[in-house]
């Protein structure tokens, strides 16, 4: 069985720019969570999808973060316009429906200049 | 608030000294009580997960225990590959969604 995949591993781009980082969960894992871990603190829950729907975005840090997962498979999450303090490392999970475990992807490490 | 706290932040054993990692939490209502292995560069790979009080896991050399108010993470006779951070992870009873982390503990097994 395939693990979560996530893509780029590394992205670096300028403040004010756009980024879209990529997620594909394990196959059949209706629900889908993005995490990020900034420098020097815990790995933080930013939302929460069951299929295409979201179930809980009560991490994401502003209107510059837009997550979308059009027809309940991969997702995406975009930051536009990104700023310095959204450099991190961007986790993606995904978890069987009623499930507790969340399998984790290896993370995009973002670097805003 | 719901706190995950870890300890120690780091250590160092020789290879076959047996340790425990500790994980103290604070939720309202535990759901469940995840562990996690990180390698440098990489995501958080799934060991454990524990549901209720007095519950024990095991794999290899590694044994998880859970209590009310804590858990822990036995590490018998290591060996220089178990060197890496063990995250320990929490999600309460109301939560549909996220788990909270704790900071972790980088674990270095010297050979």
């Known amino acids: 069985e395939a693990g979560v995949t996530q893509f780029p591993s590394h992205s670096v781009i300028e403040k004010g720019q756009t980024v879209t980082l990529r997620c594909d969960p394990i196959?059949?894992?209706?629900?889908l969570y993005w995490y990020r871990r900034v420098m020097g603190k815990e790995i933080k829950f930013l939302l929460h999808?069951?299929?295409?729907?979201?179930?809980?975005e009560s991490g994401m840090p502003n209107n510059r973060f837009l997550a979308e997962r059009t027809g309940g498979t991969y997702s995406t999450l975009k930051v536009q316009p990104a700023e310095l303090e959204d450099s991190g490392v961007y986790f993606c999970?995904?978890?069987?429906?009623?499930?507790?475990?969340?399998?984790f992807g290896p993370g995009t490490r973002l670097l805003v200049l | 608030e719901d706190q995950v706290t870890q300890s120690p932040e780091a250590l160092r054993l020789q290879e076959g000294e047996s340790s425990s990692l500790n994980c103290s939490y604070t939720?309202?209502?535990?759901?469940?009580l995840f562990w996690y292995r990180q390698d440098p560069g990489k995501g958080p790979e799934f060991l454990f997960t524990l549901y209720s009080a007095g519950e024990e896991k095991e794999k290899e050399r590694l044994k998880a225990t859970l209590t009310k108010k804590e858990s822990f993470l036995h590490i018998t006779a290591p060996k220089p590959e178990d060197s890496a951070t063990y995250l320990c992870?929490?999600?309460?009873?109301?939560?549909?969604?996220?788990?909270?982390f704790g900071s972790g503990t980088r674990l270095s097994i010297r050979p």
């Open positions: 939720v309202s209502g535990l759901r469940g």
């Open positions: 999808f069951v299929k295409e729907s979201k179930q809980d």
């Open positions: 999970a995904s978890g069987r429906t009623g499930g507790e475990t969340q399998y």
């Open positions: 196959s059949g894992h209706d629900n």
């Open positions: 992870a929490v999600r309460e009873y109301s939560s549909a969604s996220k788990i909270i």
